[in-house]
């Protein structure tokens, strides 16, 4: 006898799928010169699990695949199992949040700040200049 409940798990949004799909995004607007994909864990890099609150990973991280697979990471994200709040870091300063985000509507504002910001233009014409 079955006693769970009708369990809709289609209509399920979380950061790891809406950073794929920017990653996706990016290799579209740069005609796959420039790639992404997300590196996603429960522990840092030390192996060490991060505050409770926060134990889950994404790092977004950009390949140029020209230059012998060249990757940068940009930002990561973490939250915890109930995804909000989360916080999105620059991967270069790791212990200052940019971003501590509320919702989904927050969360895509945020990325769409990130991905505007003048540090990540740098970074995308920099690899991009190197291949084209």
Partial sequence: MNLWPELDLN????????????????????????????????????????????????????????????????FYVVHGLDIYPLEIFWSDQKFKPIYTVRNEADFLESLKQVFADPKTFKVIQALYTQIA
Wanted: net charge negative; glycine share 2%; hydrophobic share 35%.
């Fill in 11 to 74: 209509n399920i949004s979380t950061p790891a799928m809406v950073l794929k799909d920017q990653a996706e995004y990016l290799s579209n607007s740069t005609n796959n010169v420039l790639n992404a994909f997300i590196k996603s864990s429960v522990t840092d890099t030390n192996g060490n699990y991060f505050e409770t609150t926060h134990p889950i990973k994404h790092e977004f991280v950009i390949i140029a695949p020209q230059l012998k697979n060249y990757s940068y990471e940009l």
